[in-house]
Structure formats: C-alpha cells, structure tokens
C-alpha cells in the first residue's frame, strides 16, 4: 500500500486475486460500514470502478484488558527505570475464549531491547511468554513481565526532546469458542510522563585543560601542608524545565573553601564555616535540551591540610555533593547526588601522572 492505495499492477485476462485487511476499528459501533474504490489505468487516463459499499455488524470485544505499572513508578518514570508491567484480562462475553496472545506496543527508543524478563521481542512489540490460558465467562487472570527504560536515550529521535512522554497499549488477539475467526483487540493507550534527566559531572584539577596552573601547593599532597584545588560542577541537559534548583557539597573537616569561586548563572556560591556546607541555587531553568544552549555550571577552590592518619590513602577534597529541583513537567521532585572527591585527580591527566596520594 502506497498513499493508501493498493497498487495490484498487470491483471491478465480472467486473472483474480484478493486483498485482506486487519485492523482495529476506532469506535465500539453496532455497524461500521465500508467502502472500496476500485480504478484501472488506461493509457494516461484513469478508469473509475463501481465503489464497493458494506455494511457489516460489529461484535463488541470480548476480552477486558487492564494494564497496570507498579505503583512506586507513577506517576512519572525516569530514564533507566524497570518498568514491572501486571496486565489482567476478564472475559466479559457469554462463551469460553482461548487461543490468547498479548503483547506490548511500545516505541523502541524508549526501552532497552536486550534487557527484560516474561517477554520475547520481536518485531517491534513484547510479547508475553507465560502460558496464557483460556478463560471462561467472568473469569480474569494475569500476566506479568518486566522491561526496562533506557538509561541513556537518543534525544535526535524525538521531533522536540521536551517533556517527553512514554504510551503503550496492549495488543490481544483471542478465538471465541464455536468460532473460526480469531479477534484482534487494541486498548487505548497508556500515557506516562518522563523525568528529566538529572546529573551533573563533578571532579576537581590541579591544571586546566589548556595547562595552566590552578593549584597551589605539594602534589600529591603531603601530611600538615596546606594544598589548593579548584573543583568544577556542571550539569547535564535537562528536557523539562526546573525550578526550585539546589546544590549542596559537604567538606570534610580538614578542607577549606578559600572564597574563590565562578558560576555561569544563579545565585553566587555561599558558604558555611559552622557546617563546612557550600551551597547554591537557582530559582528557574528552561530545559536546556532546545533553545539556545546554556551551560550551567559552577567552580570553587578548596585548600586541604592532609591529617597523619591520611598517609598513604587519598583525601577528600569533598565528602559529597547533593542537588534537587522541581520538574515542573511531572510536577515532582528529582534530585542526583555523587560520592566523594579526592585528591586523586581522575579528570587532570597531568595531575595522575603525579599521583593522589597523601605522603
């Protein structure tokens, strides 16, 4: 089919053939009526058939089917997410329905196709593989399986990558008792808004990229003596605008924020000295994945005084770093934290060449 025509080509003399057609009807009607338009071409000049009209009576579904996601995962998911789908289907008709199949609609750049569990993907679709057994009137039983969100998606596949929703439906096909046409049943679909993506990259350097020097001091460190870090933050794009964004990084007892420090947009850094807590905040925050491109990012230095005790281990240059926000699509709370930074300085290639551990 071409433009919604069927394109048969040469038809010899006393030739036939047939067309099939399967589909779901949109509307639970009694009747639906169709037409078929029929032309041959002529030379350049196109030679219109009678059109074909019926009418055929249309047996409302037989099949109830309810999809359900684990409750802690709505009503919004975020990237890399298991998704722990229950589908219970009902036979609502007067006789015995066997020959189920299920599977699950859903676009393929939204899940990851090697990871999941109760199905066989194939085909673009999910399709159960727990024996699906016949069901009597009234009666409802249920399958259940497992898919999971990718966690890295690719944004390019989507029109405007900006508060992105994840919809599915659930395809049945079921054989009424008696009968010899299998039915096919479509639910509508299933509508589930997506988090942002949250994160931030987090290091410190002793040297920029470009080489020059921005720490003071021995490196590696070494016990008693003072040595100066700068430490960078910056976060990941973001499909759905943000409010309410806030940082916070927790200093060990033993390191300083010297008061230098740069931000690309916000609220200037503060500092603590009572909780050896750096904070900062940002009151809005358009998705940053259209429209101009905005960094958001920040910098500080931090002086350490290695302890005896630190001897021969790296220092924390930062204990840990915790940031939140309100995605103002899903009208929910994201948040990201990272474990600690240390001396040992995995983003400064200069730096590991020196080594990170206290002497």
Not at 214 to 231: D, E, F, S
């Amino acid at each position: 089919m071409v433009d919604n025509v069927w394109h048969i080509g040469d038809l010899e003399p006393g030739a036939g053939g047939e067309i099939e057609i399967k589909g779901y009807l949109a509307s639970p009607d009694d009747f639906s009526n169709f037409y078929f338009e029929t032309y041959s071409l002529v030379g350049e000049d196109k030679v219109r058939q009678e059109v074909l009209a019926a009418q055929s009576q249309i047996v409302p579904p037989q099949l109830q089917v309810v999809a359900e996601i684990n409750e802690e995962y709505e009503p919004a998911l975020s990237w890399g997410d298991k998704m722990d789908l229950a589908v219970s289907y009902t036979n609502i008709g007067q006789f015995d329905l066997g020959e189920l199949g299920f599977a699950v609609e859903i676009d393929p750049y939204f899940v990851d196709t090697s990871r999941f569990s109760g199905f066989e993907f194939k085909d673009g679709k999910f399709y159960f593989t727990q024996e699906v057994e016949s069901v009597g009137p009234g009666e409802t039983k249920q399958l259940t399986g497992t898919m999971y969100l990718k966690s890295s998606p690719d944004f390019s596949q989507f029109e405007v990558p900006k508060d992105i929703t994840v919809n599915f439906a659930i395809e049945s096909s079921y054989r009424v008792s008696g009968e010899e046409q299998t039915a096919l049943y479509k639910t509508g679909r299933t509508t589930i808004k997506m988090k942002s993506p949250f994160w931030a990259q987090f290091f410190a350097r002793y040297w920029a990229e470009t080489g020059d020097q921005l720490g003071r001091g021995p490196i590696p460190p070494r016990v008693g003596r003072a040595t100066k870090y700068w430490v960078f933050w910056s976060m990941g794009k973001t499909t759905n605008d943000l409010s309410n964004i806030f940082l916070q990084a927790q200093l060990p007892a033993n390191v300083s924020y010297t008061g230098l420090s740069s931000v690309t947009v916000g609220d200037s850094i503060n500092y603590n000295p009572d909780t050896n807590i750096i904070t900062w905040s940002l009151r809005d925050l358009e998705s940053t994945m259209v429209g101009p491109a905005q960094t958001v990012a920040l910098s500080f230095e931090v002086e350490v005084v290695p302890t005896p005790d630190q001897a021969g281990s790296a220092a924390n240059l930062v204990d840990w770093m915790k940031m939140t926000a309100r995605d103002e699509f899903t009208e929910g709370e994201v948040s990201y934290t990272a474990g600690p930074i240390t001396s040992i300085l995995t983003a400064d290639d200069r730096a590991k060449l020196l080594g990170g551990t206290v002497r």
